[in-house]
């Protein structure tokens, strides 16, 4: 697992660290794995347990405590984010039909062990279900916080039941863009996953929370979404999958090879060669 110091979102870049984000430990057990984080993700550590709604110093709190968890701050803020792949709601993915469309979008089943990388890998939950599948999964993520929490969650999955430890295998992490990622280069990969858009796709309080922290973390991703579809159009792999919202335009304007829809996600697939 490699983590070089890439940039967080530029559009923060116009805000001071503080204004940015704050570690803290959730108690004082866990200070020192905090100073620990935060001198890693080079931010102010606020050294002693605050409550997010209550806080006012900074806009982002990476909280440590058995879990690593990312919450807003104010009086309104949704709750905490971390990455927890044996959750209830991760189990309950698995046997819904949506995981199915993004198999099949994947093209999972023409080939063993599919080699898919995960260009926005964002909180996983995308690559564990592939990963689930029996794909092996590259997770590329630029964001060093997003990165933290995906850090912290495969290491929990690791330690985890049997199932959890076995899908974890399959998965590891590049943090950095993926246009950088030199596992691209070094192995042979069939597929490249996208899925650039903010998770509004759901109602739930959960991904309410999430969407939230995705906004306030990448405002400014929107700008080379079709940057990347073509960066992946142009690598060696059989197919690129773009996950969308069910009425969007193409990514890119670019046509699919074909779309599989479903009631609240499509998945536009561009068949670059066989899958062999
Ligand atoms: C909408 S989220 C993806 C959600 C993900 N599919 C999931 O299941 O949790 C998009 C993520 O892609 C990341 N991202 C966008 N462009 C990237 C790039 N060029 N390289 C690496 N990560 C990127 C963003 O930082 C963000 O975390």
């Known amino acids: 697992m490699t983590s070089p110091n890439s940039s967080a979102s530029a559009g923060r870049a116009a805000l001071s660290k503080i204004d940015y984000a704050c570690v803290a430990p959730i108690d004082d057990a866990f200070l020192t794995s905090a100073q620990e984080i935060a001198t890693r993700l080079d931010l102010p550590l606020i050294a002693v347990p605050v409550a997010p709604r209550q806080c006012t110093e900074t806009g982002l709190l990476l909280q440590c405590g058995e879990e690593l968890a990312l919450q807003l701050t104010g009086p309104n803020a949704p709750g905490p984010v971390a990455v927890d792949f044996g959750s209830s709601h991760m189990r309950h993915r698995r046997q819904s039909g949506h995981n199915e469309l993004l198999g099949r979008a994947a093209g999972v089943g023409k080939k063993p062990r599919l080699g898919v990388v995960d ?5 996983g939950r995308d690559s564990f279900v592939l990963a ?3 794909c092996e999964v590259l997770l590329c993520e630029r964001n060093t916080l997003i990165q933290s929490l995906l850090q912290d969650g495969l290491r929990r999955a690791g330690l985890g039941d049997l199932w959890l430890q076995e899908v974890a295998s399959r998965m590891s992490l590049w943090c950095g863009d993926s246009t950088g990622a ?28 999430e969407m939230a ?7 400014d991703d929107a700008q080379d979404q079709g940057a990347l579809l073509d960066w992946a159009l142009m690598q060696d792999v059989a197919r690129v999958v773009v996950k969308r919202p069910p009425k969007a335009e ?16 499509r998945y536009d697939v561009y068949v670059l060669r066989a899958l062999a």
Do not use: C, N
Request: hydrophobic content about 40%; glycine content about 8%.
């Open 119 to 123: 260009a926005t890998a964002g909180l």
């Open 132 to 134: 689930d599948l029996g």
């Open 182 to 209: 030199p596992q691209l280069a070094q192995g042979e990969w069939d597929v490249i996953y996208l899925d650039p858009m903010f998770p509004a796709r759901e109602k739930s309080a959960a991904v309410k929370k």
């Open 213 to 219: 922290l995705f906004q306030y973390l990448l405002s």
């Open 250 to 265: 193409h990514l890119g304007d670019k046509k699919p090879s074909h779309s599989i829809k479903g009631k609240a996600v």
